[in-house]
């Protein structure tokens, strides 16, 4: 079982609050609980999957927190944040063109996807460093 660098939640949230500060939108927290659940689930899954890579569990995070909905606005962009950052931690580089990362994404959350499709486009688009 390979062990995974978490980024703190937390710094997750504020950043986007930040965020959205810089941009005028308002930030609401729907349901902290839903963003936690999203997070365990990918947490979960690292400890139960044999052999997980990262970009298994990165998939997992992302869907786990787009589709579970913590924000009123903005699910998307903090599952995207999430999944990048995790990544960067695990040392792989995300670099996917973005209408083909934005079709993907929005493929899994509309369920047209799974999130072994989405592992394995972010394993054909990252490099490790």
Not at 47 to 71: K, Q, S, V
Request: proline share 2%.
């Amino acid at each position: 079982m390979r062990e995974f660098v978490w980024p703190d939640k937390q710094a997750l949230i504020d950043d986007l609050i930040e965020y959205f500060e810089e941009v005028g939108q308002p930030f609401s927290l729907r349901s902290i609980e839903d963003y936690h659940a999203g997070f365990e689930r990918a947490r979960t899954a690292a400890d139960y999957i044999d052999n997980a890579d990262a970009a298994t569990i990165a998939a997992l995070l992302f869907e786990g927190i787009a589709t579970r909905h913590p924000l009123v606005d903005g699910n998307k962009r903090l599952a995207w944040q999430c999944m990048t950052v995790f990544l960067d931690m695990n040392n792989v580089w995300f670099d996917a063109q973005e209408y083909a990362a934005y079709e993907m994404a929005m493929a899994v959350i509309a369920h047209d996807k799974t999130t072994d499709d989405m592992a394995e486009f972010i394993r054909v688009n990252t490099i490790s460093v």
